[in-house]
């Protein structure tokens, strides 16, 4: 993908999000002039950019909103909420436009269709040129009376080249000759003609009505560089489904035009890729509905055109397929856009100050190395050694400064605010509430807290499901929020607060509340645990069992979940990310999902531990406490073993015995116990000592090893020894 | 030369007639009010020249020989207004 590309991905981006900010602004304060300023600029900046990377749908879209915008602006007329809606359907497919070229590299081929109904969304004010759509276009009349085509027309045009059109060396007829699906042409002069004698040959005087079986947009597109001398007026489609002239399916259709548009681009640059681009197209599409004939046709015009390098030949060849008499054939399956594909954003935007600190880190870094340098010459000459030993540590220190900070500045590389994911919430939560019929705004705190990279793109997810929860679930029906005397307005908070090394991410609504007798019957009914163990089960670990595979299943779809996604899912992906999610709820006062998620990924603080003579670690955000039993206490449950910690049954793995090495143990004395927590279950890990707590990178397990359960990844320890990293939850399983 | 004089009245119009051909056409005719036009042979016109035609109302022998001119411009010249 080329740089211009790439740049203008990020921008539209960035101008979707503003623009989409500033419309739900405008939702709920319609008068807000600022707001719609923002927004204007932002269509108008957006529009500018697909113009310069050539993409004239997505332009011609936008410009008919940014039209319309403009019209609010100017009139000081409020947005309604269906206009807003209008817009966002509007941005909506720049997005997709924009993930298809992120995916390809290039403009999706068959957006004149879709621009073209958003340019109809916005019809009153009719998108570009044709403001001659005067009351009673009587040439209009009179062309469509006068054919006998006028019933597949789709656009009528009248083109009055300038005077001087032939003096600047253009052929207006070859423009004409240019059209797709040409159904009647009427020449006309200007003015009565003179007498032959004071004809001037130069001077063009011709008027060209026309009706054509081609889109309206198409021929805009074509007639793009004399835009000023047509006028063209859309017809109303075609009663029947397809026009008569064409029985080409409609996909393939908008396919074809597409092409023709292509080529309507001016020479310049790319142009012999353009053609030989869309000819392929072309000639594919048509293979594809069974034309093989057109098919034929198309690409003999493709070698003719790209010989005598014109796009005339071959652009007028596809409008002949698109216009021509072609047999009904197969029919075109879905051949829109190939599916986004999963688009992970390639490119960081850093601020150059995180880039200021790095270079100047990478200075002092320099100097630091001059000076080890510098002991080491020292040395070689015979300096005594407390000298050279001082001047080591002295530089060791400085150098363990400079890693730190180095570290942490590439990490805050990483970085971005979590107002990457959080802005996509409140249109989706205005959608939802919409699609549920129940009115809830979304609050949102705290979006310019910091988290890796990986973890705000990967948030998306398992949020949208616990806001959709929270919506669907969570806000009680308007009835009942009125019996409880709540505003009728729901309100969903969604915020993000940094606590140490942790971000913690929250879904509150002001619901109703979990209902825990019904989670308790629910996971007895599946069998999610036993109805004794849920009976012995305190209110919070009940809770926790939303979040066991199966709690809910497909039957619940419509009733608790509306995707079929369990909450386990949920708690999946943010293990993935090394997180944690939890459950708070207050019955009549709502419900508060939290993610625990870790600020980076890279960094992992773990507690080394001993056991059996290898050291492991174990992290930090896992472990609860640590705890001396006397083994006297350790109970042992059939083939496991439990102690009791604060009137609780702790589960107790031995480390030694879960990976695989028995050992006789001492049956007196205490056991060193490390008590980690998921969520609401604890467990405890017996080991042989506690050893100190340590910042690490984690390798993640490749090679034979990737398999290995119960392990998250290793790391070097300073003196060379490997240190493996548990995967607490998979050790407890 | 894509425009040529053959018999004393008859103008032929062959292959591709660019826009200068309008002047030599035009500067035809208007020696020859009576002449006819043969562009059986004619490929392709310039506006410029489909506009002498026009302009003129001169008699024209056909179809000519391009497909577009053949399919819309003859019919729309012979159904000319003037």
């Known amino acids: 993908m080329n740089e211009l590309l790439q740049q203008f991905l990020i921008e539209a981006r960035e101008l979707v999000t503003q623009a989409t900010d500033d419309l739900l602004a405008l939702e709920h304060t319609p008068g807000d002039a600022g707001r719609l300023d923002s927004a204007f600029r932002a269509f108008h900046t957006l529009k500018g950019a697909a113009g310069i990377v050539d993409f004239d749908a997505m332009a011609r879209a936008l410009h008919a909103a940014e039209d319309a915008l403009s019209q609010s602006r100017a009139q000081a007329q409020p947005i309604t909420p269906a206009r807003v809606g209008d817009y966002l359907t509007c941005l909506d497919q720049v997005v997709q436009w924009l993930d298809h070229m992120e995916a390809t590299g290039e403009p999706p081929t068959d957006a004149e269709a879709s621009a073209a109904a958003i340019a109809r969304r916005f019809g009153e004010v009719p998108a570009p040129a044709p403001a001659a759509a005067a009351p009673g276009d009587r040439w209009v009349r009179d062309l469509l009376e006068g054919s006998t085509a006028a019933g597949t027309a789709r656009t009528a045009l009248r083109y009055r080249p300038a005077p001087d059109s032939f003096f600047r060396g253009e052929d207006p007829l070859k423009r004409v000759e240019a059209l797709p699906g040409l159904l009647a042409l009427r020449l006309e002069p200007a003015g009565p003609w003179p007498i032959p004698e004071e004809l001037d040959p130069f001077t063009c005087r011709l008027v060209f009505l026309a009706l054509l079986s081609g889109p309206p947009e198409t021929v805009e597109g074509l007639l793009e560089a004399v835009r000023d001398q047509v006028d063209i007026v859309p017809l109303d489609e075609p009663t029947a489904d397809q026009p008569e002239g064409s029985s080409l399916p409609a996909p393939a259709r908008a396919l074809l035009e597409a092409q023709v548009r292509l080529l309507a681009g001016h020479g310049g640059e790319g142009a012999s890729g353009r053609l030989s681009s869309a000819g392929r197209v072309a000639v594919n599409v048509l293979r594809h509905v069974g034309e093989a004939i057109l098919a034929e046709s198309v690409s003999r015009a493709l070698a003719a055109s790209e010989e005598a390098n014109d796009a005339g030949l071959l652009s007028s060849a596809i409008g002949m397929a698109l216009a021509g008499p072609a047999a009904p054939s197969v029919e075109a399956e879905g051949s829109g856009a190939p599916s986004p594909q999963e688009t992970v954003a390639r490119t960081l935007r850093v601020d150059v100050e995180r880039i200021d600190a790095l270079v100047k880190l990478t200075g002092e870094l320099t100097i630091a190395k001059n000076a080890v340098g510098h002991l080491s010459r020292l040395a070689h000459k015979g300096a005594d050694l407390p000298t050279i030993a001082a001047g080591l540590k002295d530089q060791h220190a400085l150098l363990e400064r400079l890693m730190d900070e180095l570290q942490g500045a590439v990490l805050r590389l990483r970085v971005l605010p979590l107002r990457h994911v959080f802005q996509r919430f409140p249109r989706l939560v205005r959608e939802i509430s919409a699609e549920l019929g129940k009115p809830a705004q979304l609050v949102t705190e705290g979006d310019a807290t910091e988290a890796d990279k990986a973890i705000v793109e990967a948030l998306f997810e398992p949020l949208l499901h616990v806001i959709r929860n929270a919506v669907d679930h969570g806000i009680e029906p308007a009835s009942r929020r009125a019996a409880a005397g709540k505003p009728d307005l729901a309100t969903v908070h969604l915020r993000a607060v940094r606590q140490g090394e942790n971000v913690l991410v929250e879904v509150q609504d002001d619901g109703g509340g979990i209902d825990v007798a019904r989670i308790r019957q629910i996971a007895a009914e599946r069998g999610v645990a036993t109805a004794e163990a849920v009976t012995a089960m305190g209110d919070a670990e009940v809770l926790d069992l939303i979040f066991r595979p199966g709690f809910s299943t497909a039957d619940t779809v419509t009733d608790l979940s509306g995707r079929g996604v369990g909450m386990d899912a949920v708690r999946t992906s943010l293990a993935r990310m090394g997180g944690r999610v939890g459950v708070e709820t207050r019955p009549g006062k709502g419900t508060k999902v939290r993610f625990t998620l870790p600020f980076t990924v890279m960094v992992t603080r773990v507690m080394t531990v001993h056991a059996g003579g290898q050291a492991f670690g174990i992290p930090m955000d896992m472990v609860v406490e640590t705890v001396r039993v006397p083994r006297g206490r350790i109970v042992r449950i059939g083939a496991a073993e439990a102690f009791a910690l604060r009137n609780r049954t702790v589960p107790l793995v031995s480390l030694t015995g879960a990976l695989g090495e028995a050992r006789h143990r001492p049956a007196t004395g205490d056991a060193n116990i490390v008590v980690v927590g998921m969520g609401a279950q604890l467990g405890g890990f017996e080991v042989d000592s506690l050893g100190e707590r340590l910042d690490v990178i984690l390798q993640p397990m490749d090679g034979i090893l990737t398999g290995m359960r119960g392990i998250a990844g290793t790391t070097l320890l300073g003196d060379g020894r490997v240190l493996l990293v548990l995967d607490v939850q998979e050790m407890l399983e | ?82």
């Open chain 2, 1 to 82: 030369m894509t425009v040529r004089l053959v018999e004393p009245d008859t103008l032929l119009l062959e292959g591709e007639c660019p826009a200068e051909d309008a002047e030599t056409l035009l500067s035809h005719l208007c020696a020859r009010p009576a002449a006819r036009v043969d562009w059986r042979g004619c490929e392709q016109a310039h506006a410029a020249v489909v506009q002498v035609l026009f302009a003129t109302g001169v008699a024209l022998q056909g179809p000519p020989a391009g497909a577009f001119l053949r399919t819309w411009v003859a019919p729309a010249l012979t159904s000319r207004i003037i």
